[in-house]
């Protein structure tokens, strides 16, 4: 069955970096994209990017440009999220998500809650 | 930057059919996609490429698009299906930049 299992939560002060991991199994990883989505605390979901597994090819939302790198390791059907110059206002749940065909998020990780305090 | 309007509430009492709306001005050329969260978990797809329900999801839910409008149906809601649904598209540039609906959360009483 397709699964994606996160690292577990971290704890940044505001300007430090997180790196979320996201493993995949269950299917051929190479062919499908991840997507990476975040949710801030009593909000909404948000999306904040999408990779190719199979080329490398990726999309940022314009909000993060400049702070974020998502990368795979296909080596070990890992997809990552980086984020860096943390605040405050990064303070969320994120997730990954299997990005498949028509552009479908059909299967989530469980979330990965990162808090940034001071 | 593109957006997915949705209104932020509905309210039904169960059996009765719930309508959930989506509207954006690049849905003519793009598939809307429903997730349902209930609180502290992950989404879940219930609806993909405007229409079609994944296996396993019941088939009370049902989706439609028309225009700049897409719509969720929950016909004879449950009680369990109180929760906070968004929709999801992706704008119109070669980017294909993905955008999630602000969430309507669903009552069910």
């Known amino acids: 069955q397709v699964q994606l299992v996160q690292s577990g939560a971290e704890v940044k002060k505001p300007g430090a970096s997180v790196k979320v991991s996201c493993k995949a199994s269950g299917y051929s990883f190479t062919d499908y994209g991840v997507s990476w989505v975040r949710q801030a605390p009593g909000q909404g979901l948000e999306w904040m990017g999408w990779?190719?597994?199979?080329?490398?090819?990726?999309t940022y939302t314009q909000k993060l440009l400049g702070r974020v790198t998502m990368t795979t390791d296909t080596s070990t059907n890992t997809a990552y999220m980086e984020l860096r110059s943390l605040r405050s206002d990064d303070t969320a749940v994120y997730y990954c998500?299997?990005?498949?065909?028509?552009?479908?998020?059909?299967?989530w990780g469980q979330g990965t809650l990162v808090t940034v305090s001071s | 930057s593109y957006e997915l309007t949705q209104p932020p509430s509905v309210s039904v009492s169960p059996g009765q059919t719930a309508r959930i709306t989506c509207s954006g001005d690049?849905?003519?050329?793009?598939?809307v996609f429903w997730y349902q969260q209930k609180s502290g978990q992950a989404p879940v797809l219930v609806i993909y490429a405007d229409t079609k329900r994944p296996s396993g999801i019941p088939e009370r839910f049902s989706g439609s698009s028309s225009g700049t409008m897409a719509t969720l149906t929950i016909s004879g809601a449950q009680v369990e299906d109180e929760a906070d649904y968004y929709c999801y598209s992706t704008d119109s540039s070669g980017n294909q930049e993905g955008v999630f609906g602000g969430g309507t959360k669903l009552t069910v009483l």
């Open positions: 690049a849905l003519p050329k793009k598939y």
């Open positions: 990779i190719s597994a199979h080329t490398g090819d990726k």
């Open positions: 998500a299997r990005d498949g065909a028509e552009k479908v998020l059909d299967y």
